[in-house]
């Protein structure tokens, strides 16, 4: 049997390395490029393939070690520069990407995705003018490419005669020679940018468009999550994480903020982030990575908890777990509390936590937990308005209402089963009106001293990787808590997945368009969870 001789120049290497890439062999692709840097190590574009491969296999540090080598065999190259400022801003090394873009840009003015990116980094440092120039330097570039026209806007209230809206406008003419995917993209920014100038039943239009149009390339098993959430409770019961409690790591320095999206966690964590004491590390996935390793997921679905490898679990594999999650979040951010001078708790505010409360809570039995929540249909409008890479649930009003009404009851059976004093809720609408007093109910919780600092947190200088970095950078205003309504009709797929005792009062019938403030109002009565 005749066998293809192996490559022996570096120029063989790399096109193997090219094929292994086109084939989606990316650990194959990888050794070839490795074989090909060492027969000639001072080979750029060897030095790209190899760094871009890096990347995409997220080892971002490699890959940012193997980019600078190639610029500096290379360093007039946009696109390496580019790449390197991707790696950077994986790493949560903004400063490092938008100097890395910057230069991306001078080799390449038209560098539309530099440019994009380089304001998503910016947005998170808190640099709004600088971000809105690169955001409107993006779509000067590129108008066609309607990412970065939602980008824009979600990042800043437009005009009816910024140019922005009017290049908006005639993308929007032409949005049936756009990709599916480009018309959903388009649909949201479309209908922010109407809602920002007052035409709010255009905007809703666009919004029920674009979910619709994002929903048809969403895998989203609803029967599977409804099941989940309705089993969670009967395994771990009050009385299982009783006579587990205690068996976990003694750690008390994470602290979880966990609810819906949109519903005010970014905000809460930026106030515990302006107290000396506490370290910000965002929204974290290293619990379910940590869950994986020492419990294990649904054989078909990474995503699902496997509710009968729960049923077992004892004090090893808790303390392992709580250890685990620790050890992950030193490795990633060193910053975090490990004993020294400084921090001494640091959060994490992954918002989908909310499903694993009770193994956290057995795992680490001294964390604390912050239920952020705000009335049921401000949430809702406000996930339905915006694309999320993990929320799967939220594109349609049907299949949002259900989900919210699970987790409702879920959080309210956490609420029930922990002990006395290891969460509390948190609402938006009552932060908003007595933001003192919520802020000492917030640390008085975790255990921290009071800090006027944290009053002025919008003052605080840190990264915010999530769609509310602008809204935590403003002081509070009482009007902020009111959004516009759409036609009641529209959303009556939403009160009914919601339920009686989750839609508004006045909602069952209705078909007038109501103001949200009084939907809030009647919500704030209430112990409602969102």
């Known amino acids: 049997m005749k066998h293809d001789p192996q490559p022996a120049t570096a120029s063989e290497w790399r096109a193997e390395g090219d094929a292994c890439a086109a084939r989606g062999e990316l650990e194959a692709a990888l050794q070839c490029f490795e074989a090909a840097r060492v027969l000639d190590p001072v080979d750029a574009v060897v030095l790209e393939r190899l760094a871009a491969t890096l990347a995409a296999l997220n080892h971002f540090s490699e890959a940012v070690v193997r980019y600078h080598e190639a610029t500096m065999f290379d360093p007039r190259n ?24 910057r230069e991306a840009v001078r080799l390449n003015p038209k560098a539309d995705g530099s440019y994009n990116n380089m304001g998503n980094c910016l947005q998170a440092l808190g640099r709004f003018d600088e971000s809105h120039e690169a955001y409107r330097r993006a779509i000067e570039a590129a108008p066609q490419v309607p990412l970065y026209y939602r980008n824009f806007v979600q990042s800043k209230r437009l005009t009816a005669d910024d140019p922005v809206f009017v290049a908006l406008e005639q993308l929007a003419g032409v949005a049936a020679s756009l990709t599916l995917v480009d018309q959903a993209e388009m649909h949201f920014a479309y209908g922010q940018a109407l809602s920002d100038v007052g035409r709010n039943d255009a ?14 390339g969403v895998r989203y098993d609803e029967a599977a999550s409804l099941s989940l959430f309705a089993h969670l409770p009967e395994v771990l019961t009050s009385e299982e994480l009783a006579a587990k409690r205690g068996l976990g790591d003694p750690s008390a320095a994470p602290i979880f903020i966990v609810g819906m999206p949109r519903s005010g966690s ?37 995503l699902r908890i496997d509710i009968e490898a729960l049923q077992g679990v004892g004090a090893t594999q808790l303390r392992a777990l709580g250890a685990d ?24 505010k992954y918002p989908f936590n909310f499903i694993n409360v009770g ?37 349609d009003l049907g299949e949002l209402g259900r989900y919210y009404r699970a987790y409702d009851a879920l959080m309210a059976h956490w609420q029930r089963a922990l002990p006395e004093g290891t969460m509390i809720q948190i609402k938006y609408e009552e932060l908003v009106e007595d933001l003192e007093g919520n802020v000492r109910r917030l640390l008085a919780h975790c255990g921290l001293d009071w800090d006027a600092r944290c009053l002025s947190f919008h003052q605080t ?34 009160f009914d997945g919601l339920g009686p005792e989750l839609a508004p009062a006045d909602s069952v019938g209705a078909q007038q368009r109501a103001p949200l403030a009084d939907a809030d109002a009647a919500a704030a009565g209430t112990e409602q969870k969102s």
């Open 78 to 101: 946009a696109d390496l520069h580019h790449g390197l400022g991707w790696s950077l801003e994986q790493m949560h090394r903004l400063e490092q990407a938008v100097d890395a873009y």
């Open 203 to 216: 905007s809703f239009d666009h919004f029920l468009k674009a979910n619709a149009l994002h929903r048809t």
């Open 266 to 302: 970014t905000l809460i964590e930026q106030i515990l982030a302006s107290h000396p004491h506490v370290f910000g590390a965002g929204e974290r996935t290293e619990f379910g990575e940590a869950l994986v390793n020492c419990i294990g997921h649904h054989v078909d679905d990474p």
């Open 325 to 348: 999650y620790l050890r992950r979040m030193r490795m990633s951010l060193p910053e975090i509390p490990s004993g020294a001078p400084g921090y001494t708790h640091f959060t994490d």
């Open 359 to 395: 193994l956290i809570h057995l795992a680490l039995p001294n964390a604390r937990f912050i239920h952020s929540s705000r009335s049921p249909l401000q949430s809702c409008l406000s996930i339905f308005s915006r694309i999320f890479h993990d929320v799967p649930f939220s594109y």
């Open 461 to 494: 200088t840190r990264q915010v990787n999530t769609a509310s970095a602008a809204q935590v950078r403003r002081p509070l205003y009482k009007t902020s808590v009111q959004r516009w309504q759409p036609r009641q009709v529209l959303l009556q797929p939403l």
